[in-house]
């Protein structure tokens, strides 16, 4: 084991809250699946755990009734669903089940390694009996075949010969995980699976199941193989929607009993045949050998790392929580137009497998700048669902353009409170900047030209339709910015710049488009006027920003500041996340923030403002900011950076890193909070590598936080490959590979040819 | 028949829509019972019918899911039962039932007769065998015994004699309608009634029903008697939770059979045991001859008009309309304080029987001016359910202090979308308002002592909690005002002013409770403090109240008039109300109302402005209001008379007296709009009779209406029985009972001894 791929747990914990957390922590996912950790062998009666397998855009649509029916409210939702168990493995001895919670355990521990790609489980393990095994478990999500799922399972008697029975199951009978209490799962388990047949072929068992609305079908495959001397293998037994099969070992002390089991994943929105699919995928991946699946994960991680390597130097446990956020990325991100990256990945079923727009803002900015593919397949997966923007518009009251909605699987507004769902329209915008984005790191015109620039200028047609003119101003009322804390307000300070930059982008993208000749196919298919641009562009210079002359900060929106301060010091630390203890209506009359709002304006729009604003606005949100919400402290580790608050903003960075790994938001066990990891990233490359890409190029202002000796990042602009370390003599950019290319270092323009080195400022 | 007190209709129409409307038009209520103008014969398939019996304050208690869950929000509420159905009997001649949908009805009519307080129909119908019978159906909610309702059937055969079978059924297994496609009534039909048991004793039967959840029980009892030659009586037949009995009569032509039903209703909110009250009752009620009840519903309503006559010369349809409207209030109208109005009455299952803010600012009035006790106990009402509004306080965030409920039953919120619900916080002032009104016109300071200076008290406290101050004015930030096309707006006009009031005279019942010595007791009772009050006149006193200096109105909220005014112009007809046809949003971000609010505001609290101010405000909002409420033109009706706009105060009045008798909101099948009816009066009262009650006595400021001769009005002021009469020689009051008082004719105080003329003005 190399040390600094690796995170590791000794001496598991058998409480019910660090079992489930680690269902997350360690779970097994590749983008199109995801496979909870769950102990094979299951747990005794009284123990919670959410048993859970998900493909990524693969849902059933459930009801979602409004209390009180009003016009053009969601009645119906999108549901990630729990598709089959494959998991379940049972060992016994003398008819004893291993098990964590019986006899005893000698010792255990759990890792997960990121240079491999698997996760593992070892235990010493002495039954009732007195007879000892050693149990070693991997688990793997395949990168290289995305719908197998393998778990590699060793037993080695220690100090016996004797019979082993292994029991593998393939269970097609489950259910959604549900928790009426939390407003942030489900509430409600149905059955939104129905079995349609299940079949035996070849030594494997194939599970067919229907969806009950959405019309989708799931086909999984299950296959056990063994390799041990004598071994008397049973039948695959078919029953219902269930198959087990059941292995008698004659095991020999010292020497391992290697039994493997795969499972095949194929849904029908990916594949037409969902069974055939299954079996062929299962064929090819049964006939290689187990090690060839490994050697291929290590490739793609390999490549993964190389293009996306970030380290720390001087900090290894926080240099292993960055890793691990990222491995959390790449196993989270949807790897084809069907999917995008769920605000939980695929770890479990917090917010429904929904995307929101984290994606876009939190997330994507690192696919943006290590992996332009992946992050050019993300803007493929909105454009796809271009259409239902469109139709959500039109329910939202627009005669014209796109709305995203809040969150959604195949493009359909899944948020049941409006208030702080559809209401936040800057969603849209935040689409279009990322599409932006992916442009300005890429130089990408002709996919603008063929994808990008219709989400931009059908977005930038919503706005011009939602907006109003007011004494010479363009004003946007009735809307909800990224804090949740208040909801419905005129001119929300992010929002009206949000929307400015998609209208910019609207005018930039046609000019550009017009002046490479790109510009027909898409003007002509959207039915695009030179007069829609003009109003663009009208509508942009005049759009209305709030700023305060008494306190010298841009205003939430219009009415935040003549509201009261919330009353921080009666509160009590465990009123916190304020929306769990007070009613909504009362949190949005007060002068309160659950995350960055106007502060993320003030990173993503940082040239709207001069630096003594933003130095003033953040002063006066980082006094009445709750972080309630997973999307803010990495933005105000940002910020800080920006303004050289070096202690502030290590703190900040501090408290996003951890989250997960130290569950210090106590719902992990719902699932990774995966833009928080995607902000973690941008907190360093952001915020301490003081990185920016705008329409006029990379900019770089790097510092080192006094507790590093080092840092190093890596990403891709324009082509070039980029690798920048920062130490404490200064920072090195070096042109890995591509054409030198001109950069910005502290607001100086120069050409990076091989390399560059500026001292510390 | 006296035809000033007959609403009738001649040549029943059979289509869908009319039976529905007609079901809710000739309803009978006693505010205690309501029962829907079935055809005790039913309908064919394929017809709709709203059969239902309903008690006021009854329950049950029914789930509101939310979509997504949120801190705080109602996740139950109340829904009123349709309790059993006593209607049904049925009339056969040769073994074919009586139908209006079968043989031929060769004349037919329903009608109300409004001052011996019953329903009827009658039907010359001849059967498919030529047989031909005249039918007529008297049907009464008893005023005198709330728990009777009576149906005296009585069938003539014209050109035969024989036999004539009457079969009648008392029905327990009942449930409420539903309509899933209409925001206005409950989605669900669910089962809210378990039977018990059933018993026949003393030739009745009595049905006895438990509610699902809420805890309660209903005994319905229902006995038949008949007067007619010679007739076979079967027994009572029971079978689960239905009762029938056949009649089988040998009639003669010519001469009438007379079938009397009594039902009876008791639950067990009011009397202990719900099953001996309502036997004692039918003992009661049917051992005196029916003639008796007859008159004594005539008593009742000889001194309700007596007291609250209004009449008008000139046009008669108008007249009936009118007197239609103040019999509706009459029946509607709680009698005890276990509940309160509904808006639709007892007439109808729309808004789940629940009571709002409409009793206290749209009914109250009527009752307060007219009948001071049963205003008395709307105010006891309200006072009963105060220990609800502190718990509906605390959670919606207040530390101390009362916030009524948006709709209700038995006191707990009962909306389940709180932007245009709870944050009606207006309804709270509104109680307070009425609760004042109630004083000023009986100075019953006794009263305040006991409970209502304890409403006032408690929602001062909650108005101190909720407000803010911001530059030295104190603000309302959050709420919604009366108009629900703009929600959760700061410092609504209307809410501002309305606290003020509230505050105001929680400061004033202070000063008058204590020079009258009998503030101790309630002061004690919510430990209320000196140190309170200052803070109220404070509060009072820097009531920031939005005006808006280039219009020289008052906007409704701070935001509004920055928002773009809606587009009338390309709005289509059919998109009317456009609560059915936009998205709440929308709505939201445009400047249009749905009803009066400023403008309602420049009616109750009208000396806050001066007369140029309401003027340009009144004909602003004319411009952009929709009333797609209906209580928002007979609002405008009195500030048009206020401002001496007689046309178009005319025109508002027309089109709220007309509502219910003509549908004109396309949902009376659903019940009556009693806050309309209400509504109505006032418009006459106080528009046309420019009356105001104020701290400073009883105004009157009259104009006629050229459309008529003459109108006449009386009102109960500080205990003294006034008329008033306007004709175009001017206005005379007269001076009925009581001694002589002050009152204000035309800004003008003056004594009123006997009677007092002025030419009108």
Known sequence: ?????????DDLKMDNEALLVNETIFHNANGYIGVRSNFEEGYPEGY???RGSYINGFYDITEMKQAEKLFGMAEEKETMLNVADGQTICVYLDGKKFSMFDGEVLSSSRWLDMQNGYTARKVLWKAPNGKEVDIEIRRMASFSHLQVFVIDYQVTPVNFSGEVIIESEHQGNVRNYCNPNDPRVAGESFQHLIPDHGVVENGASYLITNTVSSGLQVCTGVKNTISAGETETGEIVLEGHH????????????EAVRFVKYMVFADSIRYQDAQTSAKDEMEAVSSVPLEQLYKEQREYLDKFWESSALEI????ALCAAVRYNAYQLIQSVGKDPYCDIAAKGLSGEGYEGHYFWDTEMYMQPFFTLTNPEVSKNLVEYRYSTLDKARENA????????AAYPWRTIRGRECSGYFPSGSAQYHISGDIAYSTVAYYLATGDLDFMAEKGAEIIFETARMWVDLGCWHKGTFQIHEVTGPDEYTCLVSNNYYTNLNAQYNLHWAVRLYKLLKEAGKLEPVAERIGLQESEIEEFEKAEKAMYLPYDEKLGINPQDDSFLNKAVWDFENTPKEDYPLLLHYHPMHIYRYQVCKQADTVLAHFIFEDAQDMETIRKSFAYYDKITTHDSSLSTCIYSIVASKLGLADKAYEYFGDSAKLDLFNTHQNTKDGIHTANMGGNYMAIVYGFGGFRLKESGAWFAPALPKQWDAYRFKLIYLGRHIQVVVNKEGTTFTLESGEPVQIHVYGEECLLENSLHFPLK
């Open 1 to 9: 084991m190399s040390e600094k791929w690796i995170y590791k747990i």
């Open 48 to 50: 919670d755990t959410i």
């Open 243 to 254: 198959a087990v099969q059941k292995f008698i070992i004659q095991a020999k002390q010292g």
């Open 313 to 316: 130097d001087g900090d290894d």
């Open 394 to 401: 039109r329910i939202l009251g627009h005669k014209k353009g």
